[in-house]
C-alpha cells in the first residue's frame, strides 16, 4: 500500500524560482489538502479539495496555486518562491470531511535561499 | 478562528515515568484527533474521540475529550523511547469550515532511555 506519495523529499531554491511539489494517493479519496510545518507552529492548511475539479484556499494560500485534474494527484505550484516559503510541506488525504481521518505524506523539505 | 493550545511544547522524561499531554481551547469541537509524527515523516494518526467526556486507550496511552468538547487530553503510562515524538491535536468543527482541521502547535516528547 502505497498511501499518500510526495516528490521531492528535499529541495532548494533560489528567490523567485518556480517549482511544483507532486502528491498522488492510490486510496480513491475524494478530500485531499496541502499543509505546511513551521517548528513550533503546528500544520497550516494551504489549500484543500473535495473532489476532481474542486479547490478552494485554507488558511495560508497566499504564493501557492494548486489544481485537482484527477482523484489521485493534488500538485502545489510555489510561483516566484520566497524566504518566507521555506518550510515542510504534507500532502494528505481522507475519505470524508472535517473529523475523518488524514492520511499524511512523508513531506517535502524545501529552503529557499 | 479556532484555536488549540497544546502544553507543555517541549517535554523530556525518564523510560519508566508517567506524563500527560494537554489540549485547549475555547472552542466547541465536534471531534478531535491525535496524532504522533516521527522526524522526517507525515502525521499518523492515534486515535479520534468524538462525544464529550469520552476516554478512549491505546495500550499504555489514554485518551480523554473533555465534557463540553473544548479541551483533551493524552496520558502515556510508562513511557518508552519509542514513545518519542512530535505529538498533535487536531479539532473538527462544524457546519461551514468542517472541512479544515485545526492543528495545534504540537508537544515534543522525548523519553530518555
Known amino acids: 500500500n502505497a498511501g499518500v506519495t510526495q516528490t521531492p523529499k528535499f529541495r532548494i531554491l533560489k528567490i523567485g524560482q518556480s517549482m511544483t511539489l507532486q502528491c498522488t494517493q492510490d486510496?480513491?479519496?475524494?478530500?485531499m489538502y496541502w499543509y505546511r510545518q513551521d517548528p513550533g507552529m503546528g500544520l497550516k492548511l494551504i489549500y484543500y479539495?473535495?473532489?476532481?475539479?474542486?479547490?478552494d484556499k485554507g488558511e495560508v494560500p497566499n504564493g501557492y496555486n494548486v489544481s485537482r485534474s484527477t482523484t489521485e494527484d493534488f500538485p502545489l505550484r510555489l510561483e516566484l518562491a520566497a524566504p518566507s516559503q521555506t518550510s515542510v510541506y504534507f500532502c494528505a488525504s481522507s475519505q470524508g470531511p472535517g473529523g475523518e481521518k488524514l492520511f499524511f505524506g512523508s513531506g517535502t523539505q524545501l529552503s529557499v535561499l | 478562528t479556532q484555536l488549540l493550545e497544546q502544553s507543555p511544547q517541549f517535554l523530556s522524561i525518564q523510560e519508566g515515568e508517567n506524563l500527560t499531554v494537554y489540549c485547549n481551547s475555547s472552542?466547541?469541537?465536534?471531534?478531535l484527533q491525535w496524532y504522533r509524527q516521527e522526524p522526517g515523516e507525515g502525521p499518523v494518526l492515534l486515535v479520534t474521540?468524538?462525544?464529550?467526556?469520552e476516554v478512549k486507550k491505546l495500550k499504555r496511552l489514554t485518551f480523554q475529550f473533555g465534557d463540553a468538547r473544548k479541551d483533551s487530553s493524552l496520558h502515556i503510562t510508562a513511557a518508552q523511547p519509542g514513545d518519542t515524538g512530535l505529538y498533535l491535536c487536531?479539532?473538527?468543527?462544524?457546519?461551514?469550515?468542517?472541512?479544515?482541521?485545526?492543528f495545534g502547535k504540537g508537544t515534543k516528547l522525548s523519553v530518555i532511555p
Open positions: 474521540v468524538v462525544t464529550g467526556g
Open positions: 486510496m480513491n479519496h475524494n478530500y
Open positions: 479539495s473535495v473532489g476532481a475539479g474542486i479547490t
Open positions: 487536531a479539532g473538527a468543527g462544524s457546519g461551514a469550515g468542517s472541512y479544515q482541521l485545526t
Open positions: 472552542s466547541v469541537f465536534s471531534s
